[in-house]
């Protein structure tokens, strides 16, 4: 049985530790709430941005675009992919990492020509460890979301795009449903299919577009990818912060109970001590009393 100096120094250190998870409940809860007000307020640029695509498919439905499959046959487009991974600088956030990893990996494993690209350290180093080769790595984006880190990743990614080393692009992150809920998906960026823009909505004045209707189209495709694509990483760093949150908050719990199972065990082992000390004193007196008494009656004998 361990001493009572021994299960002090385990409680101290349990106390440590929750301060440190306390701590860091805190500061997920500061980031996610900083992340959720820079994304209501670039929303609505991107919302516009989507709104203004929609205008022009319904002038034009039968307009061509290397951004959409074309408008009667969608042939199957085997060539090299790309993968958009999100993932997170580091753990301690639940499962939240190897969610998104496993649904890149199932991508992986369907198209074995994938080109990966992928955000946060923890996805760089969990594929550099299995040999997996990365196209390129985007450093310390996932701790920062923002729209100019998301302009540079859209930017390169169009690129390959543009020329044709990419037949398609997939973005793998984590979508924040809400507060408690949370998914990892796998999003196809480009190409686009037509009916995602050409949904009814309340745009019903004509427009004139110039110089003409596939130039605006061109120049409005770029900025609603890099819109995707950073609303896509502050999804993920809110759903990292919320997941890190609930696994701070079930460690915090569990110590609550070690140190609830440790307090009894401490006062078991310290009324133990007691109790042993209590009849170390009795017995002694006892002995005491005992060899009083033989003195007395040995004295009444002379």
């Known amino acids: 049985m361990a001493s009572t100096k021994e299960i002090k120094n385990h409680i101290n250190s349990v106390k440590d530790t929750q301060k440190i998870t306390n701590a860091m409940y805190l500061i997920s809860s500061t980031k996610l709430q900083k992340a959720k007000r820079e994304l209501d307020h670039t929303r609505p640029f991107f919302n516009y941005t989507q709104k203004e695509i929609k205008r022009i498919f319904r002038r034009a439905p039968d307009l061509q675009s290397h951004y959409f499959y074309p408008s009667k046959e969608e042939e199957p487009l085997n060539g090299t992919y790309g993968c958009l991974l999100i993932t997170a600088d580091k753990g301690l956030a639940g499962a939240y990492n190897l969610n998104v990893i496993k649904k890149a990996e199932e991508l992986l494993e369907k198209h074995k020509d994938t080109k990966l690209f992928v955000v946060g350290e923890y996805g760089r180093r969990y594929f550099m460890k299995r040999n997996i080769p990365i196209e390129q790595s985007f450093l310390y984006t996932a701790v920062n979301p923002t729209m100019d880190r998301a302009r540079e990743i859209s930017s390169i990614l169009l690129n390959l795009y543009d020329k044709g080393e990419l037949e398609k692009i997939y973005v793998v992150y984590t979508d924040m449903e809400n507060s408690i809920e949370e998914e990892a ?62 696994a701070m908050n079930s460690a915090n719990q569990n110590a609550e109970k070690i140190l609830s199972q440790l307090k009894m065990e401490y006062n078991r082992v310290r009324q133990a001590q007691i109790t042993q000390e209590i009849t170390e004193i009795s017995a002694g007196a006892k002995a005491q009393r005992d060899k009083r008494k033989k003195k007395e009656a040995q004295n009444e004998h002379r």
């Open 185 to 246: 998906r796998v999003f196809r960026l480009l190409p686009f299919h037509r009916f995602e823009f050409m949904k009814e909505d309340e745009i019903e004045t004509d427009f004139e577009f110039a110089p003409s209707l596939k130039e605006v189209l061109e120049s409005l495709m770029p900025s609603y990818i890099a819109g995707f694509i950073y609303s896509a990483l502050v999804d993920s760093f809110c759903s990292e912060q919320n997941a890190r949150m609930s």
